[in-house]
């Protein structure tokens, strides 16, 4: 484990460790594919040039999805390691690789995590108020 001050440690420790560290993962990741992306795309030939379409598009989806999934195993604002809801809350970023690609599946689910997470927000200090 690193300390603040302390760049010695491994990637994950760095990103937070654990499912923070996956969900920075998951909104950084698409970006970096996109660089290489969009380098790759004068590269490949013709015939390759659906695929390596598809390639952006499948790595943006599987990024929404793994939000998704540790959204739905912590649901509750409380409860989430310290940082992950910035994490989440920050994937509305996704529209910018899922644009390059017309993906508009990707366009349009990039705000379902951040929703969700200022929704669950929203609904805990109105729970938390109510039982005051």
Not at 19 to 31: E, S, Y
């Amino acid at each position: 484990m690193t300390t603040p001050g302390n760049a010695s440690g491994s990637l994950l420790d760095r990103l937070g460790g654990g499912v923070v560290a996956l969900a920075r993962l998951c909104v950084m990741v698409p970006f970096v594919y996109l660089v290489v992306y969009v380098g790759g795309a004068f590269l490949v030939p013709k015939s390759f040039g659906s695929a390596w379409v598809w390639l952006q598009r499948g790595v943006v989806s599987a990024a929404l999805v793994t939000l998704l999934v540790i959204f739905i195993q912590h649901p509750r604002a409380s409860r989430r390691p310290a940082a992950l809801t910035h994490a989440m809350g920050i994937s509305f970023t996704l529209v910018l690789p899922a644009i390059v690609t017309s993906y508009w599946v990707g366009v349009f689910g990039a705000f379902i995590t951040p929703l969700l997470v200022a929704g669950s927000a929203i609904w805990e200090r109105a729970r938390c108020v109510q039982h005051r």
